[in-house]
């Protein structure tokens, strides 16, 4: 089945041809230099930058794989969560597409196709053998951090196993690096700058270390970072600036992973899947395996084309979903909100349960 995937719920316009697992094409126009000086994505900005390029993206990435729009089998076009201008140009696009050449539209929500994206095989690549189910995938992205049971392909096969109360670990990058003067997107920047770092030379918390609790937090190491900053001054290019750095790394890894690894043991589960834009993350990666290892637990790392925002992703997650029966042609919708339940509350009230029940047995 030849699937296009179209994605636009942020700051990529993208587009992508995906055959199974086989990713045939896959392309991205990116948006960080549109919204670098704002220090943040622009939700206006971002909707007429998808505008503009979506078109010649999905013509971009049709040539690259070869194919007409008539060889397609089905669409599948992002359609939660996301900003709701930017969600709002994709689907319109893919259902004017699929009406001209009577396809299937499915609409695919963004986190099941990153918990998804470790199946793909790109090209240029070694070629790997699927991924079995279940496993936990660890989701940690600029919008999103979550721990989930993935029992399959399906929305109603994944199970969130417990979230972050407030800033996902890719917004705590970007907010650390914006009060340090280092720019924007933070991640890469603190990560390069992390690897010429000790990750001991500074005094951070460590956030939500309660081992029974498989939520996440991580506003509070942020401000640890700012008391930091307010007392001892903004560190210039030197090693206070990698230290620091390091440091804040140092505890967002370990923080995941050590979380990731007590879920994995609560589900009688050997296999953890990364997942998400901070899954490109070079000590999350690296570290991430050590500590599994040492727990024999497996990480599977996805390559880094399947980290970041793709269309692929949402190809592959699309194909399940048609395979099901699924067509959502004259009925699809957008949300800001993941179709995923949640369990974890963001801010104060109730917690979630510290030992969620598995969604069935394997």
């Known amino acids: 089945m030849l699937v296009l995937g179209i994605e636009t719920s942020c700051d990529e ?3 992508a041809v995906v055959s199974g697992r086989h990713v045939l094409s896959d392309v991205i126009h990116s948006q960080i230099e549109l919204h670098a000086e704002f220090g943040g994505v622009v939700p206006e900005l971002a909707s007429r930058d998808h505008l503009k390029n979506a078109e010649p993206v999905i013509r971009a990435a049709l040539a690259r794989a070869e194919v007409g729009l008539t060889d397609i089998d089905a669409i599948a076009v992002t359609c939660r969560p996301g900003l709701s201008g930017a969600l709002l140009v994709g689907t319109q696009l893919a259902q004017a597409l699929a009406w001209s050449q009577d396809k299937p539209l499915v609409g695919v929500d963004h986190l099941v196709g990153h918990l998804l994206a470790v199946q793909l095989e790109f090209p240029g690549r070694e070629p790997s053998p699927a991924v079995p189910f279940p496993y936990v995938g660890l989701l940690a992205s600029g919008g999103h951090t979550a721990l989930y049971r993935v029992d399959g ?3 109603s096969d994944i199970a969130e196993l417990g979230g972050t109360r407030d800033d996902a670990a ?3 990058y970007d907010k650390v690096a914006k009060l340090l003067g280092l720019g924007y997107p933070g991640g890469p920047i603190v990560d390069k700058l992390a690897q010429e770092g ?4 500074v005094e951070l918390s460590i956030p939500m270390a309660q081992k029974d609790s498989l939520e996440f937090s991580f506003s ?3 401000t640890n970072v700012m008391r930091w900053v307010h007392e001892h001054g ?3 290019n030197d090693k206070n600036l990698r230290d620091l750095c390091a440091a804040f790394q140092r505890r967002v890894v370990d923080t995941l992973i050590g979380k990731a690894l007590v879920a994995a043991e609560r589900q009688s589960i050997d296999t953890i899947v990364l997942g998400g834009g901070v899954a490109a993350n070079s000590e999350l990666r690296l570290r991430g395996v050590e500590l599994c290892r040492a727990r024999k637990v497996r990480l599977v790392v ?3 084309a399947a980290c970041t925002d793709n269309a692929a992703m949402i190809a592959y997650a699309g194909a399940a979903l048609v395979q099901a029966g699924g ?5 699809l919708t957008i949300s800001p909100k993941t179709i995923l339940p949640r369990l974890t509350q963001k801010g104060g009230g109730a917690r979630v349960s510290a030992s969620p029940r598995p969604l069935r047995a394997r």
Not at 198 to 201: A, H, Q
Not at 327 to 331: P, T
């Open 13 to 15: 316009t993208a587009a």
């Open 327 to 331: 067509d959502d042609r004259g009925r």
């Open 302 to 304: 996805p390559p880094f």
């Open 170 to 172: 890719g917004e705590a």
């Open 220 to 222: 509070g190491l942020k």
């Open 153 to 155: 392909p399906l929305p």
């Open 234 to 236: 903004k560190p210039d």
């Open 198 to 201: 000790d990750p001991d030379g």
